[in-house]
């Protein structure tokens, strides 16, 4: 079976500062990752995905995020946050096992001024 | 960019009442999906549907749904007698490959059901 973890419901920063987003997953087979964001009202939008080829993904708007297959982790990060990064982020892996993907319980991220 | 497209945005219904939830995935996507959000939970895989059939359910998934892709374009989820517990947000999917590649993902309809 697979999981994710990410391991903080709510994260503050102040606008500039650097981004952290952590996320954990177990897999039993090479997984495939992704990150997704949810703006309020909006739709999933994938940020970037991890496929078995570079570890240090590059996403859009400036995120990106590194596979480390030694801690089970794949965590987002961004140099200096922006007011409009303000949303729900998704850490999620897929199973080539299977056509389903399993989601983390989402990550709220919270820019302040 | 090409988009997956979801209609209607919002469905108030009635309990006991029928629902169809309606999707336009990508035009040369060949795997379809429909996920659901219950408020401050996590999103949960319903179903995926490949060649024209089921491929894989959860145990969401039960007798009460149903998906159909009635004309080649149109991907719907059915829900034959509402319940309160369905009130969610519904995502559809689509991928041109497998789900190694990631999909995209519809804008969502939000159904609440009185």
């Known amino acids: 079976a697979q999981s994710v973890t990410q391991l903080d419901s709510h994260v503050s920063v102040s606008e500039g500062t650097p981004v952290l987003l952590r996320c954990n997953y177990s897999?039993?087979?090479?997984?495939?990752l992704f990150w997704y964001v949810q703006h309020p009202n909006k739709g999933l939008q994938l940020l970037l995905k991890?496929?078995?080829?570079?570890?240090l993904v590059k996403g859009i708007n400036g995120f990106e995020a590194e596979f480390k297959k030694s801690e089970t982790s794949f965590h987002l990060t961004k140099p200096s946050a922006h007011m409009s990064d303000a949303a729900e982020y998704f850490c999620?892996?897929?199973?080539?096992?299977?056509?389903?993907?399993?989601f983390g319980k989402g990550t709220m991220l919270l820019v302040s001024p | 960019e090409p988009e997956v497209t979801q209609t209607p945005s919002h469905q108030v219904t009635q309990m006991g009442q029928e629902v169809i939830l309606r999707c336009v995935p990508i035009?040369?996507?060949?795997?379809f999906y429909w996920y659901r959000q219950i408020l401050g939970q996590k999103v949960e895989f319903l179903v995926s549907f490949y060649n024209n059939e089921i491929s894989e359910k959860s145990e969401i998934f039960d007798d009460q749904f149903s998906v159909e892709r009635p004309d080649g374009s149109n991907f719907t989820l059915k829900i034959r007698s509402t319940k309160l517990e369905d009130s969610a947000m519904y995502f559809c999917?689509?991928?041109?490959?497998?789900?190694?590649?990631?999909?995209?993902f519809g804008s969502g309809t939000r159904l609440t059901v009185v």
């Open positions: 991890y496929t078995s080829a570079a570890t």
């Open positions: 035009s040369n996507h060949l795997y």
């Open positions: 999917a689509s991928s041109e490959r497998d789900s190694s590649y990631g999909y995209t």
């Open positions: 999620v892996v897929s199973d080539p096992r299977y056509s389903t993907l399993t």
């Open positions: 897999s039993s087979y090479s997984p495939s």
